[in-house]
C-alpha cells in the first residue's frame, strides 16, 4: 500500500488549503522545506520496488481526480475570500504544487496505458491544469526523439532552467499540433470552455487564479524534465541516423522519498526503455546516470543555473 502515500500528502495539503493564513503553505512546504531536508539526509537509502508489489497499484491512479478536483476547487474557492497576498502566494503555490506533483505524475502514467479510461483519466488530470496537449507530445514525441537536439524536452548542455522553460513550452505545442492536429485543437477547446465556466461561475479574479496555479504545476513539471535528461545525447550510427535510447540516456534516482512519491518516477530510465512497463514494476538500471540527490533537492537546485549546471556537468564527464 505504499504507492498511496501521495494521499496523506494530498490531505494534508487540503486541510492547509481549508485553514488558510500561514497554513495555506503547507504544500508548498512539504516538497520544498521538508522533503529536501528528508532526501539529503536519507541519500544513500534506495528504494526497491521490488519489494511493493501490490494488486491496487492501478487505483492509487485511479483515485487521483476525486481528490485533485476537490483541490482545484478548493484553493479557488479560498482564493476568492482571501485578501492578503502573502496567503494568496500560499493557495497558488501550493495547489500548483499538489496538481503537478501529483495530477501531472499521475498522467504520466496514465497517457502511455493501453485502456480508454486510463487514458481518459490522464487527460482529464492535465485540463486540470490547462495541459491536455501535453500527453500526446509526450508519448510520440519525446519518447520518439528523448536524448537528441529534436526533442524540446530534452535540456541542453549549459542550458539554464528558465531559457528551457520558454523552450520546451512552445516546442512541445508546436510538436503536439504536428502530431495530431485534431486532438490539439479538441484539447484547447476544452481549456477554453473550463475558462469560460469558471469567470462565469466564479469571476475573471478566480481565472487568472487557475491560470497561475496552472502555471505552478505546468514550469514544475518542465523542471523535472529538465533534471531527467539535462546534456544527455544519443550518438548517430554510421547511417546518420540516432543510436537507440539506452539507460545512459536519463538521470535516474533511486531515492525512497522521490519514488514512493512520484509513483516510480525516479526509475525513469526504465520507463524510457520500455513505456508499457507500469509503474510499480519500474525498477533501478546499474547502467543509468544517477543523479546526486532525489527530485525535490534537485528541482530546488535548477532554480540556481550557476550551482546545477557546474555539479551535472562534472557528473556529465565523469
Excluded at 528528508?38 to 476525486?66: C, G, H, W
Excluded at 492535465?126 to 530534452?154: I, S
Amino acid at each position: 500500500m505504499i504507492y498511496f502515500f501521495p494521499y496523506i500528502l494530498m490531505l494534508l495539503g487540503a486541510l492547509g488549503l481549508y485553514q488558510g493564513g500561514w497554513a495555506a503553505w503547507t504544500g508548498f512546504i512539504i516538497f520544498f522545506v521538508i522533503f529536501p531536508v528528508v532526501e539529503v539526509f536519507s541519500r544513500n537509502i534506495k528504494f526497491k520496488s521490488a519489494e511493493y508489489k501490490t494488486k491496487y497499484a492501478d487505483l492509487s491512479l485511479v483515485l487521483t481526480p476525486f481528490f485533485l478536483t476537490p483541490i482545484l476547487v478548493l484553493g479557488l474557492v479560498k482564493l476568492q475570500f482571501s485578501e492578503n497576498i502573502i496567503e494568496q502566494i500560499g493557495f497558488v503555490l501550493s495547489t500548483g504544487v499538489l496538481l503537478g506533483a501529483f495530477g501531472i505524475t499521475s498522467a504520466h502514467e496514465l497517457v502511455h496505458r493501453r485502456e480508454k479510461l486510463m487514458k481518459a483519466i490522464g487527460v482529464y488530470n492535465l485540463m486540470l491544469v490547462n495541459f491536455a496537449h501535453w500527453g500526446q507530445e509526450h508519448v510520440f514525441g519525446h519518447h520518439k526523439y528523448v536524448a537528441t537536439p529534436l526533442d524540446p524536452a530534452t535540456a541542453r548542455k549549459n542550458e539554464n532552467v528558465y531559457a528551457f522553460w520558454v523552450r520546451e513550452y512552445f516546442g512541445s505545442l508546436i510538436d503536439s499540433y504536428k502530431i495530431n492536429g485534431r486532438k490539439f485543437i479538441f484539447y484547447w477547446f476544452n481549456t477554453v470552455w473550463i475558462s469560460a465556466a469558471i469567470y462565469y461561475i466564479f469571476d475573471l479574479k478566480a481565472l487568472l487564479f487557475w491560470w497561475a496555479i496552472s502555471a505552478v504545476a505546468i514550469l514544475l513539471l518542465q523542471t523535472v524534465d529538465y533534471i531527467e535528461h539535462y546534456g544527455l545525447e544519443r550518438p548517430k550510427n554510421a547511417e546518420g541516423n540516432y543510436m537507440a535510447f539506452k539507460a545512459q540516456h536519463s538521470w535516474d534516482s533511486s531515492s525512497w522519498i522521490t519514488n514512493i512519491t512520484l509513483f516510480n518516477l525516479g526509475f525513469h530510465s526504465h520507463h524510457h526503455m520500455k513505456a508499457i512497463v507500469r509503474y510499480e514494476d519500474l525498477v533501478e538500471q546499474q547502467e543509468a546516470r544517477q543523479m546526486p540527490f532525489g527530485y525535490s533537492v534537485m528541482v530546488l537546485l535548477a532554480f540556481v543555473p550557476f550551482v546545477f549546471i557546474p555539479v551535472m556537468n562534472k557528473k556529465l564527464s565523469a
